[in-house]
């Protein structure tokens, strides 16, 4: 007979000791690599980030990340989790504590060995009820246990948010641009029918609400993915792109795709974003030209008078200084990442701008430097293509800065405030930035050079963003 083991939850760990514990331990699973081969210790591994209800967003230690990472760890393949469902709880016991350093802030971080480890892992799929997968022989829990998996399967509903899936990644249009390793939240839309040039490779086309990409998964772990199917919104973790014309993107070594639950509010705040209601729809159907919105006017008479130009006839030293023009462009993304950051104190003396924090008031804020009082300022960055070269990788940055207030027509004449005291404004702004990097919207405005340097970059002016309900 099993003796009943303790369950914990992962806030009792939060000061130690740093020893092997005999607890039983549940957590959600938030994020995770697929199971990959670590050389240094010829064993196979996969790292999982959990949370509960004590150690989450919210409820986490202030001194410590908001997720708590596990790593699993064995001589064979099968006795390591392969996570494959943001949602699902695992179990697990006998795993070594240890609080690690990384980045500035402590991390909570379990090992679990299969030879070192007395104790099992246990998995529970958030997508199917009856399915447990588990170490060794089939495990039954204790009515305590089976109550608190019913427990974090509730929380874990209302937990997962679109907006935090959102910090945590990128979208594939600004991917592209940033040609460097990412993460995404995709929907698969259909497997793609085999081409001679995909040979060896299982091809997933996804889409988000930026662009499309194509996943090839090599033939060799086309079972361990199997479970991707389409239709499916998915979170992929540590993928690249090997061809950005083809738009062909492969996992690294400790990539992963990971399906998020389907039957939740972050699903649908995702497919309400991506706009696909109706079945197999295409992006090639859906960027139709009657199709395409555009939210902004441009504000000043003169200006509304403008001609159209290329975006490439204004951009570096083909753009004459004190010229303006007025272009139509897409906004991929924009930066900075946090729209905490959008508004930034300027100091008129010494002509620094810095970033503001909770500790500066809503609508004030000293000078790091002279201590003197400063302005607060909108400055934006949007990363823009030209609208009639939708396919084009060339991503131009355009400047968005408030100055005595001029400019903060752009965002609904809101004059700028701490955001990190506003939660009203962020909101706001992040309306808008949803709004404008929407895959069928584009930009009529207005910019000009921001000096005589020929590379100076492009700033934007006379444009007012029109706030019409789609
Ligand atoms: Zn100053």
Redesign the pocket.
Same mark, same amino acid.
């Given at each position: 007979m099993r003796t009943e083991t303790k369950q914990r939850r992962l806030s009792d760990f939060a000061h130690g000791p740093e020893e092997r514990t005999k607890d039983s331990i549940f957590g959600i699973v938030v994020d995770a690599t697929c199971v990959y081969y670590r050389p240094q210790n010829n064993k196979y591994a996969s790292v999982v980030k959990i949370v509960d209800q004590s150690w989450s967003q919210i409820s986490h230690p202030k001194e410590f990340a908001p997720f708590v990472k596990v790593l699993f760890m064995s001589k064979t393949k099968a006795e390591v989790p392969h996570m494959k469902h943001i949602g699902s709880v695992i179990r697990f016991e006998g795993a070594l504590l240890k609080l690690i350093e990384e980045e500035k802030r402590k991390i909570l971080m379990f090992f679990w060995d299969a030879v070192t480890s007395s104790g099992k892992w246990l998995l529970s799929s958030e997508t199917d009820n009856s399915t447990l997968t588990s170490t060794g022989a089939p495990q039954a829990l204790s009515q305590a246990e089976t109550q608190t998996l019913e427990e974090l399967k509730k929380f874990s509903r209302f937990y997962l948010k679109e907006q935090m899936l959102m910090d945590l990644t990128q979208n594939l249009a600004a991917a592209r641009a940033a040609n460097k390793e990412f993460d995404a939240v995709c929907r698969v839309i259909r497997l793609s029918p085999p081409r001679p040039q995909s040979k060896g490779f299982v091809v997933y086309k996804l889409l988000d609400h930026t662009d499309k990409a194509y996943l090839h998964i090599p033939d060799s772990l086309a079972a361990e993915f199997a479970y991707i199917q389409p239709k499916d919104f998915v979170m992929l973790k540590g993928v690249q792109y090997l061809d950005l014309v083809e738009r062909k993107i492969e996992m690294k070594e400790h990539g992963n795709v990971l399906t998020l639950p389907t039957k939740s509010a972050v699903v649908e705040d995702y497919r309400k974003l991506m706009n696909i209601f109706v079945e197999g729809m295409d992006l090639e159907e859906m960027v139709d030209e009657k199709r395409y919105m555009q939210p902004t006017e441009v504000s000043t008479t003169i200006n509304a008078f403008l001609p159209l130009s290329p975006l490439r006839d204004a951009v570096g030293p083909r753009g004459l200084f004190g010229k303006k023009y007025r272009v139509k462009v897409y906004v991929v993304d924009m930066g900075p990442r946090e729209v905490q950051d959008w508004v930034k104190g300027y @100091?008129? /003396? @010494?002509?620094?701008f810095f970033f503001l924090t909770e500790a500066d008031e809503e609508n004030r804020a000293k @000078?790091? /430097? @002279?201590?003197?009082d400063?302005k607060l300022v909108y400055q934006v960055q949007l990363f823009v293509k030209e609208k009639e070269l939708r396919d084009t990788t060339t991503v131009s940055r355009l400047l968005l800065f408030t100055h005595n207030n001029k400019g903060t027509e752009f965002f609904d004449n809101e004059p700028p405030a701490n955001c990190h005291r506003s939660e009203r404004l962020c909101t706001k702004l992040r309306t808008m930035c949803r709004m404008l990097t929407h895959y069928n919207v584009y930009l009529d405005c207005v910019v000009e050079r921001l000096t005589r340097d020929p590379n100076s970059f492009l700033q934007l002016v006379d444009t007012v963003v029109k706030f019409k309900q789609q």
């Open positions: @100091c008129p /003396i @010494c002509y620094k @000078c790091r /430097i @002279c201590k003197k400063a």
